[in-house]
């Protein structure tokens, strides 16, 4: 019996007479106090003796968990150095899911009058008097009458009960009908990807096209394949893509909306999609990574969209990138997985390379549209006037393109106002106390926020350390102070800042990205929120505020990233018939990421790349385990790091960096220090990993986390 707890080996019960189990029930358990729900793993290890065992206490409704998802929990716990019981915990997210979904009982009004009528009980039948069917909890909000009220009218016979599915159903999807007439190229690579579907067995495959390619369009064909097989579909989508254009394209594809499952889902809604999903009657999910570990009845193929996209790695809990668990779910148990992409991962493109997956092209834009003109505003030569942050040359665009009615997009990733506030007297600069980091300002909240623990503060009116008034001042752009300087040169412009925080909730967004795709908005200002699929037919210029932000950290993906971020960025431009012009404000324009986007030369820039990580044996040609030992106490984590640096096993072709103290030094109250392990390709890290952790006793105010595959290095 495996337990959803960090447990690295499943625990011994026994059946009761008259009880049925199999592999993969889903049971409650005692364990100690308390009563757990775990899930049936195998015989039992017939170490202890039967009649000392604890009993199973009940075994749920739902249907067993699949030889295939069971055997992907443990693959994952192996390779991610999880306790396999962690990462069952990831499958059972929904408990409420294993109850049978409750049967709700409404009512509705009969012919009887109770004898005694009272003005409350006139209200509730003067209300049902529409036949509608209520619960008693509605009937008796809806009439502000008592649930006693209620009751007595149910006993007197003059509501009568009606019991209802608890579950709305998953509509019938419509494949056949509504698919677009493809173009030769489209349709060439749809008929590779229904292919792979029809034959049933693993295959992993690119489907690498420019932006606007159609790619959704194409893989959406793989997917209408695997339903007419009678088979599920997963498409996995960064959280922040799974927006409601895209359920939308979905929905005109299929007829229908596909079931969901990403944070924001209510508990009832959960459950109702864990359960449809298992029973197989959710046939097409579209979800963020944690969909990965839903019970799917008989999936048969999996797409993820935006395969490069950094936001698949989880790196709390149980660290592990979902696009590389998604192909290790594809192969376990035998059907093709697509990676579809733009600007396809450095890993992905050297899997090609080596035939682990084939390829299929999509090199034009649909339709008229053109892929758009990218250029370099040298910030050196053409700088923003004193306090300003928009080059001449890119407001004289904005311009043009405003007066000819069209679009513009200014891109900076960058929250709040400005990134640091800093006292003009003594040079104090305002950091978070828990974390070293500095505080954002956000001017429409009036608040200094830490971006990595969410402190908050006011903006203090004197200097914290010296005390000098009038004397901070904000340095550097976030987008509130982007559109603050907008504001001021386009006063007639409608603008919409769009960044996660100012902003809140997905229907804001889904109501901004309606507006601009309405044309209610000339300038649009935004963070990485977007930069991802979206299509805005009259978008056609895009400026991107800082190009070399993300170059400044020295993460050995920073050039790929900036790489992938800014073509996304650059691709929202031009959509449509009319060209779009993209102007990328750097002060190194000569940067090989600048000249990439430029030339419009991908793969060049990724040989490079490529080069680059297989001269010092980085992956995808070596492999990465990062550990991170932390503490309140930081003396404590400093003295255990370096007895872990002493007892850490020599051997070939591995080296163990560090410890040193990581870039975020302090988080949340926590020292943390750092290990990097890097090892050669052919080296098992996990063997490795456990040969040098599992001996130690770490003392209880510190902890260790292994990240394999690490892609954050703060
Ligand atoms: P990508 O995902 O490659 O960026 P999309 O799938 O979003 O591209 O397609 C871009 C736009 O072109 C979308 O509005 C899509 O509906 C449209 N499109 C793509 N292929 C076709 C087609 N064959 N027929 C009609 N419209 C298409
Ligand atoms: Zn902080």
């Given amino acids: 019996m495996l337990v959803p707890l960090a447990l690295p080996e499943p625990y011994d019960y026994a059946v009761p007479d008259g009880m049925h189990v199999e592999l993969g029930s889903y049971v409650v358990v005692p364990l100690g106090a308390q009563r757990l729900i775990g899930v049936v793993w195998g015989e039992g290890s017939g170490k202890f003796d039967q009649k000392k065992l604890k009993s199973i206490i009940e075994v749920m409704e739902a249907r067993a968990m699949t030889a295939g998802l069971r055997q992907f929990i443990d693959w994952m716990a192996g390779y991610t150095l999880n306790a396999r019981g962690s990462v069952l915990r990831l499958a059972l997210r929904s408990p409420a899911a294993l109850e049978p979904a409750r049967v709700r009982v409404a009512y509705r009004l009969t012919d009887k009058r109770p004898a005694r009528m009272t003005p409350a009980r006139e209200r509730v039948v003067a209300h049902l008097a529409d036949e509608f069917l209520r619960t008693i909890r509605e009937i008796a909000d809806e009439t502000g009458v008592s649930d006693g009220v209620v009751r007595g009218l149910v006993e007197a016979g003059t509501l009568s009960a009606v019991e209802m599915p608890a579950d709305a159903d998953f509509p019938g999807i419509e494949f056949e009908a509504h698919g677009k007439p493809l173009s030769d190229e489209q349709q060439l690579a749809a008929d590779l ?9 693993y295959a992993g495959v690119l489907l690498d096209g420019v932006t606007g390619s159609g790619k959704t369009e194409v893989y959406f064909e793989g997917v209408a394949e695997a339903l007419r097989l009678g088979k599920q579909a997963l498409i996995l989508l960064p959280e922040i893509a799974l927006t409601s254009q895209f359920l939308s394209r979905f929905e005109a594809r299929f007829g229908v909306k596909p079931a969901e499952w990403h944070s924001e889902l209510s508990t009832r809604e959960r459950a109702r999609v864990w359960r449809g999903v298992s029973e197989g009657r959710a046939r097409v999910v579209v979800g963020a990574r944690s969909a990965l570990f839903l019970p799917f009845a008989d999936l048969g193929l999996i797409v993820v969209d935006e395969e490069h996209e950094a936001a698949f790695k989880q ?27 733009a600007t396809p991962s450095l890993e992905t493109v050297v899997n090609v390379e080596q035939g682990r997956y084939e390829r299929v092209a999509l090199t034009e834009r649909h339709g008229v549209a053109e892929l758009p003109n990218i250029s370099a505003i040298d910030m050196r030569q053409d700088p923003p006037e004193r306090g300003q942050w ?48 500095w505080l954002v300002e956000h001017r429409f909240r009036k608040e200094l926020v830490c971006h990595h623990c969410g402190y908050t503060s006011g903006v203090p009116k004197n200097c914290p350390s010296c005390n000098a008034e009038n004397s901070l001042v904000a340095c550097g752009p976030g987008v509130e102070r982007i559109a603050e300087e907008v504001a001021e040169k386009f006063p007639e412009a409608r603008v919409a800042l769009l960044s996660s925080d100012a902003l809140r909730g997905p229907q804001s967004h889904e109501e901004a990205f309606r507006a601009v795709e309405a044309r209610e908005v000339d300038i649009i200002i935004g963070t990485q929120i977007v930069a991802k699929g979206h299509h805005f037919p009259w978008l056609t210029v895009v400026g991107v505020v800082d190009a070399d932000l993300g170059l400044e950290n020295g993460d050995l993906r920073a050039a790929e990233r ?43 820039f990724l040989a490079r790349e490529s080069e680059a990580r297989e001269r010092v044996k980085l992956p995808p040609f070596g492999r990465l385990a990062g550990v991170v030992v932390s503490s309140e106490n930081a003396a404590l984590a400093v003295s255990f790091a370096r007895e872990m640096a002493r007892t850490a096993p020599r051997a070939d072709d591995v080296a163990v960096l560090g410890p040193a103290p990581a870039p975020l030094a302090m988080l949340r109250g926590r020292t943390r220090l750092r290990f990097l392990v890097k090892t050669g390709r052919h080296i098992n890290i996990q063997a490795y990993m456990e040969a040098w952790l599992s001996p130690l006793k770490v003392p209880a105010p510190v902890r260790v986390s292994v990240d394999i595959d690490p892609y954050s290095f703060l």
């Fill in 390 to 437: 928009l080059a001449p040359k890119l407001v004289e665009e904005i311009a043009k393109a405003f007066a000819a009615g069209e679009q513009s997009m200014l891109f900076l990733n960058r929250r709040g106002y400005a990134p640091l506030t800093l006292c003009r007297t003594c040079g104090h600069r305002i950091e978070c106390p828990q974390c070293s980091a």
């Fill in 193 to 201: 990807l229904c292919e792979r579907v029809r034959a049933q067995k």
């Fill in 562 to 604: 900036t790489f992938q971020l800014l073509q996304q960025v650059a691709g929202r431009a031009g959509r449509a018939e009319r060209r779009g012009r993209v102007f990328l404000q750097t002060y190194m324009p000569e940067h090989s990421v600048m000249r990439a986007l430029m030339a419009g030369d991908r793969d060049a």
């Fill in 315 to 341: 790196d709390e809990g149980v660290n592990y990138h979902a696009r590389d668990m998604a192909v290790v779910r594809a192969s376990l148990s035998g059907f093709p997985i697509v990676l579809s992409s």
